[in-house]
């Protein structure tokens, strides 16, 4: 079963407004880490932000928050005041903090495309 | 600095010729993976090693070989690349447990 849906097609947002990318995820464990991660068009993954399913307060980091809403199991990623430079692929991750035994690896949704326009 | 280090950047190769994509990281970290990404098909996991001496398949194994002889290094071998492992390639790794992957700055492999 998959873990993490992103479902959202392509999204064109005007540059200086908020985007938001959805995420649901699906876990029977009570401890899990959901991230984003932003991988631009030359490659590289750089992590984002990351959220514990223990913390009670959502994560922000500079212009990117995560609304966390543990009861129905997503972690919407919220841009504020978009720039040509966050054009790029998105991904939602989650892990799952079972053991240290068995491959508990991080978890992809497909991504989420977004092209920010002047 | 804390990262992964994964060589090469781009590669270039012919079919049945030998190759070896070089990762290291400086962070201690016990779980290394590789990953390969293709469009329409997300990021799938190659093979994992959860410490040294450690290794195991992941979602799409074949054709790849790993080893982990040291806690640093996990190299990911091509014995013989077909032009299906065309392909951009990464290299992760972190700490065991609920916590994000460190990734390498990917290899874009292409095989003729």
């Known amino acids: 079963a998959q873990k993490i849906t992103q479902t959202q097609p392509g999204m064109f947002v005007q540059e200086k407004e908020a985007v938001t990318l959805d995420c649901t995820y699906d876990?029977?464990?009570?401890?899990?880490?959901l991230f984003w991660y932003k991988q631009p068009s030359s490659g590289e993954m750089i992590f984002l932000i990351y959220?514990?399913?223990?913390?009670?307060q959502n994560a922000t980091e500079g212009r990117y928050s995560l609304n966390f809403q543990k009861a129905r199991k997503s972690a919407n990623l919220v841009i504020s005041a978009s720039q040509l430079g966050d054009s790029a692929m998105y991904f939602c991750?989650?892990?799952?903090?079972?053991?240290?035994?068995?491959?508990?690896?991080?978890?992809f949704g497909k991504g989420n495309q977004v092209v920010v326009i002047p | 600095e804390a990262q992964v280090t994964q060589n090469p950047r781009y590669l270039i190769t012919v079919t049945g010729k030998k190759l070896t994509v070089t990762c290291s990281q400086n962070?201690?970290?016990?779980?290394m993976s590789w990953y390969r990404q293709d469009p329409g098909l997300g990021l799938r996991q190659i093979y994992y090693?959860?410490?040294?001496?450690?290794?195991d398949k992941g979602d799409v194994p074949e054709g790849y070989k790993v080893s982990r002889k040291e806690k640093r290094n996990f190299p990911l071998i091509l014995e013989s690349p077909s032009p299906n492992q065309t392909s951009l390639y990464f290299c992760?790794?972190?700490?065991?447990?609920?916590?994000?992957?460190?990734f390498g700055s990917g290899t874009r492999l292409t095989v003729v």
């Open positions: 992760a790794s972190s700490l065991n447990g609920p916590y994000g992957y460190t």
């Open positions: 991750a989650m892990r799952e903090g079972v053991s240290d035994y068995g491959n508990n690896r991080l978890a």
């Open positions: 959220q514990g399913s223990y913390d009670e």
């Open positions: 962070m201690n970290h016990e779980y």
């Open positions: 090693s959860m410490n040294v001496e450690v290794t």
């Open positions: 876990t029977s464990d009570q401890s899990y880490g």
